[in-house]
């Protein structure tokens, strides 16, 4: 069974960095899609990073780009976010997602298929 654990999120102040790690298990983690995404109250879920099966290949939506970077290492099966210049409105539950094999939308949740229990991030002004 597919297991994304999280792991690396807590308090920050504005302007200070965050580094997620996502551990996945039993899974042919380096031809799938991997995705980080956000959720703050009352709010949709969101993509802030993926990266593309089998490629280093990454996407970014405007409100992160230039502070997140997602990166993987298919040896340790681990998918990682850091997050940079951190600010208040990026405080939400942090998840990370992974697809069955390649994807077409890759920040859009609909693609994937597992996900991990998330992760708080707290960003104070």
């Known amino acids: 069974q597919v297991q994304l654990v999280e792991s690396g999120g807590g308090s920050v102040q504005a302007g200070g960095s965050l580094r997620l790690s996502c551990a996945a298990s039993?899974?042919?983690?380096?031809?799938?899609?991997m995705g980080w995404f956000r959720q703050a109250p009352g709010m949709e879920r969101e993509g802030v990073a993926s990266?593309?099966?089998?490629?280093?290949?990454?996407y970014y939506p405007d409100s992160v780009k230039g502070r997140f970077t997602i990166s993987r290492d298919n040896a340790k099966n681990t998918l990682y976010l850091q997050m940079n210049s951190l600010k208040p409105e990026d405080t939400a539950i942090y998840y990370c997602?992974?697809?069955?094999?390649?994807?077409?939308?890759?920040?859009?949740?609909?693609?994937?298929?597992?996900w991990g229990q998330g992760t708080q991030v707290t960003v104070s002004s």
């Open positions: 997602a992974a697809t069955r094999g390649a994807c077409s939308y890759p920040l859009s949740k609909v693609e994937y298929i597992y």
């Open positions: 039993e899974y042919n983690f380096r031809s799938s899609c």
């Open positions: 990266i593309r099966a089998l490629s280093t290949v990454t």
